[in-house]
T-cell receptor, first 111, second 112 residues
Framework: EPEVTQTPSHQVTQMGQEVILRCVPI?????FYWYRQILGQKVEFLVS????????KSEIFDDQFSVERPDGSNFTLKIRSTKLEDSAMYFC?????????FGQGTRLTVV | DAKTTQPTSMDCAEGRAANLPCNHS???????VYWYRQIHSQGPQYIIH???NNETNEMASLIITEDRKSSTLILPHATLRDTAVYYC?????????????FGTGTRLKVLA
């Protein structure tokens, strides 16, 4: 069964460093998403991406965040200068016309 | 903000049906109801979705009221592995795509 793959599963970074979280969506999917979940809290929408551009973003997705689909298969989330409060699970999702499928997440720990 | 409200937690005996309610009184006519679940901190797992008709698949059944203001997810024979947080989501159309807004969900505990 096709699945969304995220790497790495766990990333530890120092505050102020840049991180790139990587996702390989399901191959024929056209819509892509990033969500995050701070420990013990709900899953929060960050951004949606379609046709090589951002279609919607939340208040959380400020200038420190960016997304890219560099080669037609990967979908990345970049955080330019990480803060302690960026520590969370980050989930990538992709969809065609109906349901969205989520990856298993990257646990980002900022120290 | 999420357009749904769910009970915070529920218990269910193993082997019995688990009925998880959801209110979505502000749902619009073309907005779908989706159900996902999250086991521990894993990625949300799709369960089922519907618009106005009742739906059934290999995992669950979805019953949507005629006025579409509420729905119930039914796990017909709950097992210990069904212990998870269950999210009822109204999929919202935005800017040519769709957005899934998660609420706080219902923490279902299946008891042996």
């Amino acid at each position: 069964e096709p699945e969304v793959t995220q790497t790495p599963s766990h990333q530890v970074t120092q505050m102020g460093q840049e991180v790139i979280l990587r996702c390989v969506p399901i191959s024929n999917h056209l819509y892509f998403y990033w969500y995050r979940q701070i420990l013990g809290q709900k899953v929060e929408f960050l951004v949606s991406f379609y046709n090589n551009e951002i279609s919607e973003k939340s208040e959380i997705f400020d200038d420190q965040f960016s997304v890219e689909r560099p080669d037609g298969s990967n979908f990345t989330l970049k955080i330019r200068s990480t803060k302690l409060e960026d520590s969370a699970m980050y989930f990538c999702a992709s969809k065609t016309n109906t349901e969205a499928f989520f990856g298993q997440g990257t646990r980002l720990t900022v120290v | 903000d999420a357009k749904t409200t769910q009970p915070t937690s529920m218990d269910c005996a193993e082997g019995r049906a688990a009925n998880l309610p959801c209110n979505h009184s502000t749902i619009s006519g073309n907005e779908y109801v989706y159900w996902y679940r999250q086991i521990h901190s894993q990625g949300p797992q799709y369960i089922i979705h519907g618009l106005k008709n009742n739906e059934t698949n290999e995992m669950a059944s979805l019953i949507i009221t005629e006025d579409r203001k509420s729905s119930t997810l039914i796990l017909p024979h709950a097992t210990l592995r069904d212990t998870a947080v269950y999210y009822c989501i109204v999929r919202v159309a935005v800017s040519g795509t769709y957005k899934y807004i998660f609420g706080t969900g219902t923490r279902l505990k299946v008891l042996a």
